[in-house]
Nanobody, 116 residues
Framework: QVQLVESGGGLVQGGGSLRLSCAAS????????MGWYRQAPGQQRELVAG???????NYADSVKGRFTISRDNAKNTVYLQMHNLKPEDTAVYYCNADILSGAQAWGQGTQVTVSS
């Protein structure tokens, strides 16, 4: 099993920055890729950014140029650096891991609120 714990959410003014962290524990060697999703009230959960075990990244169009996903394999941690935050970025952000078995692991979520 893989356990994911997010941290770093909070309240920030529009134009500000935040960095989210996701620490993986358990059978972390079974992780194929990791990503960040978000879900705003009344909206479906959407992919924000992903990173594979080889470091290849992908981003939602809405965050390209503002968000950066990275991973520190030594610390078993994935980060989401967010710049130039907008009110529409307000959501609960979830860390996700794709497992070799085909299963997925999810963190508990961290709230990001951007004021206008």
């Amino acid at each position: 099993q893989v356990q994911l714990v997010e941290s770093g959410g909070g309240l920030v003014q529009g134009g500000g920055s935040l960095r989210l962290s996701c620490a993986a524990s358990g059978n972390r060697f079974s992780i194929v890729a990791m990503g960040w999703y978000r879900q705003a009230p009344g909206q479906q959960r959407e992919l924000v950014a992903g990173i594979t075990s080889t470091g290849r990244t992908n981003y939602a169009d809405s965050v390209k140029g503002r968000f950066t996903i990275s991973r520190d394999n030594a610390k078993n941690t994935v980060y989401l650096q967010m710049h130039n935050l907008k009110p529409e970025d307000t959501a609960v952000y979830y860390c996700n891991a794709d497992i070799l078995s085909g299963a997925q692991a999810w963190g508990q979520g961290t709230q990001v609120t951007v004021s206008s």
